[in-house]
């Protein structure tokens, strides 16, 4: 399959620079520099938006400050007083996957998050995190998350397991998620986009007036629908992280 | 007039414009948000549950006995997973936003 139609040629980790101690392999790829991109962006707009605060906010202002609500908004409903220390983690975390996707809607720009590597690696720190603030706050009491209560002990052997699983899944589901929408987000907008050349190819002029009649609306609405998802999976990971940091802040169930 | 009055008074006038605008400026978003959030909550379990029932066998060399003990068991923490999602979703009041999902029974 040629460049041009081969829907998975997007997500090829180019190596830039070839750096590497002993085995370990930390060269400067394509996927690390749009992360730079991306958090310079950020980091740009943040900086731009509250270098002169003012009681009126301006439009960047208030944009900025609409998104750090949002943030604070969503950990104070899940969490409440006990999450206020972790508002600027979770805005970081939804922050970066926000900007990462949208940087990754720009034609040949690269999606960082459409790698396991990267949001596995977010998700499995959000968990190491959850179980960590969880043996802080509650020592072993954290355990009892797996064991529910008022159940009988015949019962505990089945169930127990199944909480671990239960648990055990969240990493996997966390950042499974988030990769694979935005890997098939982008192969679907590439396959539906090669119908257009596919059909020009195959029936002439017809298939021209085809593809831009029927197809392009479809390319143009999914597109629309992948800003959407790049927004939505970021809000989804935010959220998530604040209902698994509720097993280590709340009360027991 | 403390400063506790005015945040009260500041937290309920939010809560009133939240309870009018929010819901249906959030509705579409929390509806799919939710939705993806079961599909891979159940994916997820399963997929675990194989790759710890093939751990188990690989260690334990009992073949094939744990795969299938534990796959069962992560079909089983799969829809515990999208029943649990689903009863606190369905618990929070439409428009209550002191409530969030997953914020405990």
Redesign the interface.
Known sequence: MSIATDPMHQFKIDRWFDFRIGDLDLSFTNSAFWMVVGVLVLIAFLAAATSKMKTVPTRMQSLAEIWYQFIA??VK??NHAPGKPFIPLVFTLFSFIFIANIVGMMPYWFTTTSHIAVTGFMAIFTIGLVVLVGIIKKGFGFLKIFVPSGVPFVLLL?VT???I??F???P??LG??LF??MLGGHVALKVFAGFIPSLAVALGGVGMLMGGLLVMPLIVGVTALEF?VA???A??FA??T??YL?DAL??A? | MGKDDLNDRIAKAQAKIDAQERPARMSTGKGMGLGFRMASDFAAAVIVGVILGLGIDAVFKVSPWATIICLLLGFVAGVRNVVATATKANSAPQGDVTKGEGDGA
């Open positions: 908004g969503i409903d899940v089945i397991p199944i909480e699983i239960s055990l899944s969240r996997i589901s499974m998620r694979a929408n959407l927004f939505l999976q809000y989804v959220m998530l604040c209902v509720n709340g009360e169930h």
